[in-house]
């Protein structure tokens, strides 16, 4: 497979995951915006800007909701916002488009011409639910209308190193803010995860059970823990057979450590100290992702603008 072909695929599948997980986090913390009374915008606002590494400055004046709708849902230019990856995505399809299943390429090209209209027209609420709906359109097609060789294995490497990233990214600053963040259920289900965790925990909370959910659940498909060893099976499956008797692969190698780390350390030593040790996931999903553009990606590419890893 030539590699601007494999980096398409890659991105796409960081892409989608991408939108969906913003369009899941903004759902979350601006219902918990309109609900409290006594929440204070400003400060949730930022907070919340700089879970998706879009900090704002003292300087830049009252940061509301519109700021953060306008920044990350909207926002077509920027890669990190729910629009601008959807566009991306299928930017890269159209470039691996000889590779892309019709399918896939239909519901991602739909997507893309679909997005600024919904977004200007639904209520947020609304438009949040649509960009789950449709990512999880793409994922479903992904799974059942492509083969489960190279293509396939290149846009699941993707979505699991995106979905550990914003996971890790998540329970950091909710492990650092404590009491005045948004609480542990608010990131449950900013993951997708609150009713799993209540099946799994029958019905009982605490903020410990939920943070460990998240991060050690080896069924649940989005606890950070179940994403790494998915990009580990992707990356395997993506070795020359002669390879795969040893870690040969520097990406395998990075994330295989941090996942073990994490499956064999003790609980309470990994909660106790928890955004350092969502940090090191965080490098860890970084430096494999470089790994992964110096093997598989060498030359350059106008397929993204890779500009490395914001931490």
């Known amino acids: 497979m030539l590699s601007r072909i494999a980096e398409s695929l890659f991105w796409i599948g960081r892409y989608v995951e991408r939108a969906d997980d913003t369009a899941r986090i903004l759902d979350v913390h601006l219902q918990l915006l309109s609900e409290e009374p006594w929440a204070e915008e400003p400060a949730a606002c ?15 004046g009252p940061v509301g909701r519109e700021t953060v709708l306008r920044l990350l849902a909207h926002d077509r230019t920027n890669p990190s916002a729910i629009a601008g990856a959807l566009v991306a995505a299928r930017e890269n399809a159209r470039r691996a488009r000889e590779i892309v299943s019709t399918d896939v390429w239909e519901a991602l090209n739909t997507t893309r011409h679909r997005v600024v209209t919904v977004g200007l027209n639904r209520r947020p609420h609304e438009f949040f639910a649509w960009v789950r ?26 979505q699991s190193i995106e979905r550990a990233d914003m996971t890790a990214r998540l329970l950091t600053t909710q492990a650092r ?16 995860a609150h009713e799993a965790y209540l099946r799994a925990h029958r019905g009982r909370t605490t903020d410990d059970d939920a943070a460990a959910f998240l991060v050690l659940d080896r069924l649940f498909p989005r606890s950070i823990v179940y994403a790494l060893r998915s990009a580990e099976v992707a990356l395997r499956a993506l070795e020359p057979v002669e390879h795969r008797r040893e870690v040969s692969d520097e990406a395998v190698r990075e994330l295989g450590v941090v996942r073990s780390r994490l499956e064999y350390r003790r609980r309470d030593e990994t909660l106790d100290d928890l955004p350092a040790v969502m940090e090191q996931v965080q490098h860890a ?19 993204a603008a890779w500009v490395g890893e914001a931490l």
Request: hydrophobic share 40%; aromatic share 6%.
């Open 285 to 303: 999903c970084a430096r494999a992702s470089e790994a992964i553009r110096d093997r598989y990606f060498p030359s350059p590419t106008t397929a």
């Open 133 to 158: 709906e449709r990512a999880a359109v793409v994922s479903g097609l992904m799974e059942s209308a492509t083969p489960h060789d190279a293509t396939w294995h290149f846009m699941v490497l993707g």
């Open 46 to 60: 930022r907070s919340l800007l700089a879970i998706m590494d879009h900090p704002a400055a003292p300087e830049d």
């Open 177 to 192: 803010l404590g009491a005045a963040g948004p609480g542990w259920t608010s990131v449950l289900r900013s993951c997708g």
